[in-house]
């Protein structure tokens, strides 16, 4: 994969090293504000790692259900920089949606800290209309732990820097199918459903989602969004992710380290007949 243009920025740092100190250059993970509006009316402020913002600005409206359908997007475009100084701006327009900036400005659940009970933040992805993934999807125990290396082999980013995280789309058989990189592991999965609604590949029912890091509440709620039937994650997920997955019938993975992981909802997809409890 070609890495992003502006993704990494170089600089010069001090190196300690069994008492050596020397002057290196080193990559860091770039990180900038982009705003998405909506009609001219600013709908959110997200920092993100450049790269696949109109991606990005897709992805957020489908997973955030401002959006349902790819035709609803009537114009997606990045704003021309001014002054020589990028913008950063992702204007869009909207056809056929009931968006209220006034109702929709910053109401997202967006972090575990939101002080959102569980059973609200349920109740609110329910009434957005999410439905139960492909019940007829499987994958196989052995692809699932081929996965971690799939992704990390084509980190290019992070390979140079250790700072993003990835998410990675997957097909039936295992083949990587598209993969992005950001600071924010949220804006990681934007960027592959937002690719989903630009190629309208939408929904994402034949597919398999491995995620770097946790698989938090935010993160089950977009790949539903998008309609992935298997979510993997290297590292373990929240409670309420493992509420929310069980409740929608999303396969939910966890710790995908070498030979083995665990599954935490939806075991039916990923285990031979008869060891599916």
Known sequence: MRTPERSVE????????GGRVRKVQDS?????????????????????????????????????????SPEQIA????????????????EVELKDSEF?????????????????????????IRVRGLRQP??????????????????????????RTGGLHAAALFDGEGQLVAL????????????????????????????VMLVSGRGGFEIVQKALAAGIPVLASVSAPSSLAVKLARELGLTLVGFLRGRRFVIYSGEYRCLPAGHAD
Not at 75 to 90: F, T, W
Not at 134 to 152: K, S, W
Not at 182 to 193: E, F, L, S, W, Y
């Open 75 to 90: 114009g997606l475009r990045a704003k021309a920089p001014e002054n020589g100084l990028r913008s950063n701006v992702v």
């Open 10 to 17: 170089l600089t010069q740092v001090t190196e300690w090293e």
């Open 134 to 159: 492909d019940t007829g999807f499987r994958v196989e125990p052995e692809m699932l732990c081929r996965l971690p290396q799939a992704l990390r082999s084509e980190q290019e980013v992070f390979s």
């Open 100 to 124: 209220d900036p006034d109702e929709l400005r910053r109401n997202f659940y967006a972090a575990s800290s939101c002080g959102i009970c569980g059973k609200a933040s349920i109740n609110a």
């Open 28 to 68: 860091l993970a770039a990180e900038e504000p982009l705003e998405i509006r909506v009609g001219g009316v600013s709908l959110t402020v997200t920092m993100r790692t450049p790269g696949n913002d109109l991606e990005l600005a897709a992805g957020f409206l489908l997973t955030e259900g401002i959006i349902q």
């Open 180 to 207: 992005r990189e950001d600071i924010g592991r949220h804006n990681a999965v934007d960027k592959i459903a937002g690719w989903a609604v630009l190629e309208r590949k939408l929904p994402l029912s034949q597919h």
